[in-house]
């Protein structure tokens, strides 16, 4: 096979890949005119249209899914061979590709990122922060971190954190103009800040459970967003209740900025773990970094019941 074809195959699996030229020649280095040019060379050589192109998306023929189902599976191969190449350099190299959600990115994966670069400046680390549920086998990540609830079974998982809690919290001026809810039904008389999750396609209901009980309960209140940052910031201000990650709210209950209730209806639950399919070979770069977070310990673990300052009194 000659070398030109070689690359304009792997030109094509980044583009049917990607399903557009515009971000496939970004991944490329290369303008779409060019990469436009490429494919249709290959299509010329080969014979058959590989790819069907309008003004907003690009899509595959019945052709152009033969050849990449036939192509992949070997380009992977290729690649994975490469990275275990790496196993012979004095130190490890090559770059990790993690999706994680806000929270976890910034507590979790962060701090061990910033840990291990100094130590290995040939290894390249990409976070993708998003907090809807990634496809990390189709968007060709490394891994993903996510809580221990939310992962597939036919994932390899590695705790790299204590369990968690969630707070539900208003500020001391709020509570001035509102009463203490003492059971769930009480939220329905509260303005509540809500919080928008792709993965539930709408707002978050909020999940609380007492003693084996699950109510999933829909809140309302004037303000909505869809980072959990945001939501924290205007509870702080007054503007309304918050349920979020203890972790998020925990120096504000101990200092008094935030009031917590209702907190013996948000048991703790498994925390956050580094997921990747088991099929896959992991390289030197991965397996670092792996082992960095696996000592985490930015996280604290949740606060006991009996020491949940602010409280409610108990339904």
């Given at each position: ?19 557009s ?8 280095g ?5 990469l ?13 249209r590989l ?13 152009g ?30 770059t ?19 840990r ?29 971190i996510r ?6 079974k ?37 303005a ?13 209901a ?8 699950e ?9 909505a ?42 048991p703790?639950?498994s ?15 991965f397996?670092?970094l ?26």
């Open positions: 096979m000659a070398r030109d074809t070689i690359s304009d195959l792997s030109t094509f699996l980044v583009v049917a890949r990607e399903r030229f515009t971000k496939g020649a970004a991944k490329l290369l303008s779409p005119s060019a436009s040019h490429t494919i249709r060379l290959l299509e010329e050589r080969l014979g058959v790819l069907t192109r309008t003004t907003r998306s690009v899509s595959l023929t019945e052709a899914e033969r050849l990449l189902l036939t192509i992949k599976p070997q380009f992977e191969e290729i690649e994975m061979a490469l990275s275990a190449l790496t196993a012979l350099r004095d130190k490890p190299a090559g990790v590709r993690i999706t994680a959600g806000e929270h976890a990115a910034e507590k979790i994966l962060w701090p061990a990122v910033e291990l670069l100094p130590d290995y400046p040939d290894i390249k680390v990409e976070i993708v922060v998003d907090n809807g549920l990634t496809d990390i086998v189709a968007d060709r990540y490394d891994a993903g809580l221990g609830e939310q992962l597939d036919d994932m390899v998982a590695v705790s790299i954190g204590p369990e968690m809690r969630m707070a539900l919290v208003g500020s001391p001026s709020y509570f001035q103009r509102y009463p203490t809810p003492v059971t769930p039904q009480d939220l329905t008389a509260h509540c800040i809500n919080l928008r999750l792709p993965t539930y396609g709408g707002f978050y909020w999940e609380l459970e007492k003693d084996g009980r109510l999933r309960v829909r809140v309302d209140g004037p303000l967003f869809n980072v959990s940052h945001m939501v924290v910031n205007a509870a702080r201000t007054g503007a309304g209740l918050a349920l979020v990650l203890e972790d998020m709210v925990r120096e504000d209950i101990l200092d008094g900025r935030l009031k917590r209730v209702l907190a013996d209806w948000c703790p639950f925390g956050y773990h580094l997921y990747y399919p088991s099929r896959r070979q992991l390289s030197p770069a397996a670092v792996l082992d960095e977070l696996r000592k985490s310990d930015t996280m604290k673990p949740p606060l006991p019941f009996e020491h949940s300052p602010g409280s409610g009194p108990k339904p």
